[in-house]
């Protein structure tokens, strides 16, 4: 289905610990609303219930039943994660892949590292996440990132052929660093995927 022929679809995909209403999450949301973008910001069980299958359960829930749709997949950290395993197993190209705070791996945080355990339990199919990632693909991660070093966040990017973006003190790119907009975001996908009027 050619873009054009239905509204851009932009689905928000929040980390372990977390939640749609968090960090910058609800300000896009509204954002790219205004722009005629839909947008959807699932709710996973975390941390307790939290596995990839039962997110992958609940993405399904809430995109299954919705008309095809040209998608844009938002990540943060360990959604960002998510968002790798959505486009790994999915059989058509998505819109665009954004992606905040990424990493692959253990951290070395106990309180992080035993729930996301199941996410990179299987390596990644990196050929296949970059044949199907879309035609944009962005990566930000923060320069002084007290969960996730840089290191980790290159490693994303340069999987995915891509830049880095980095946020000079940017923190984990949340609420917890006062990040509750993410203006460059919004308008990277404003600019990669304008709406037509009418």
């Not at 205004?34 to 910001?41: P, S, T």
């Not at 359960?57 to 968002?83: E, F, Q, R």
């Not at 996301?116 to 962005?138: L, M, Q, Y």
């Not at 940017?170 to 304008?194: K, S, W």
């Amino acid at each position: 289905m050619r873009q054009s022929e239905t509204t851009l679809r932009v689905v928000v995909l929040h980390g372990a610990h977390g939640g749609p209403d968090t960090n910058w999450f609800p300000w896009l949301h509204v954002e790219l609303e205004r722009e005629g973008i839909d947008v959807l910001r699932p709710r996973f069980p975390t941390p307790k219930g939290q596995s990839l299958e039962a997110w992958l359960t609940v993405y399904d829930g809430a995109v299954g039943p919705l008309k095809p749709a040209p998608t844009v997949l938002v990540g943060h950290s360990l959604g960002a994660t998510m968002a790798l395993r959505l486009v790994e197993r999915a059989t058509e190209p998505f819109a665009g892949l954004f992606l905040a705070a990424g990493f692959i791996g253990a951290l070395g945080l106990p309180d992080y590292d035993v729930i996301n355990a199941s996410f990179f339990a299987e390596p990644f199919d990196w050929d296949g996440i970059n044949e199907r990632k879309g035609c944009v693909t962005h990566c930000w991660a923060g320069d002084d990132d007290p969960y996730v070093p840089l290191p980790r966040s290159k490693e994303v990017a340069d999987r995915l052929m891509v830049p880095l973006k980095v946020v000079p003190s940017g923190g984990h790119l949340n609420g917890e660093t006062g990040f509750t907009a993410f203006l460059h975001l919004r308008d990277a996908i404003v600019a990669a995927h304008p709406v037509p009027l009418g």
